[in-house]
Nanobody, 123 residues
């Protein structure tokens, strides 16, 4: 599975961004997909995840501001981000764990990751 992200940008606090991840495989065939972010000097963090049945997960820091969605016709995974804060700054990665793996512990060595898209939020 190849994943390609886009949509990252430099924005001011309070603004919105929409990230898109295009999958080479049908997203209907991928049980779980999500978005991780990596900020400088911080651990990699699972921001949001979506299971094929519709169950979603959001990190506490983004609940109420971010929305994850999937378009099975376009084979895309989106992350709508609103009310952005400087602490949302980081490289955002689209992730699809391999079969049998959990997205909670996904890593680039064992699972499918995109190349990332940079989000920078200025105060």
């Amino acid at each position: 599975v190849q994943l390609v992200e886009s949509g990252g940008d430099l924005v001011q606090a309070g603004e919105s961004l929409r990230l898109t991840c295009v999958s080479s495989e049908s997203t209907e065939r991928i049980n779980t997909m999500g978005w991780y972010r990596q900020a400088p000097d911080k651990e990699r963090e699972l921001v949001a995840a979506l299971v094929s049945g519709g169950t979603t997960y959001y990190a506490n820091s983004v609940k109420g501001r971010f929305t994850i969605s999937r378009d099975s016709y376009k084979n895309t995974l989106d992350l709508q981000m609103t009310s952005l804060k400087p602490e949302d700054t980081g490289m955002y990665y689209c992730v699809a764990p391999r079969s049998g793996h959990s997205i909670l512990w996904a890593n680039p060595e064992d699972d499918y990751w995109g190349q990332g898209t940079q989000v920078t939020v200025s105060s």
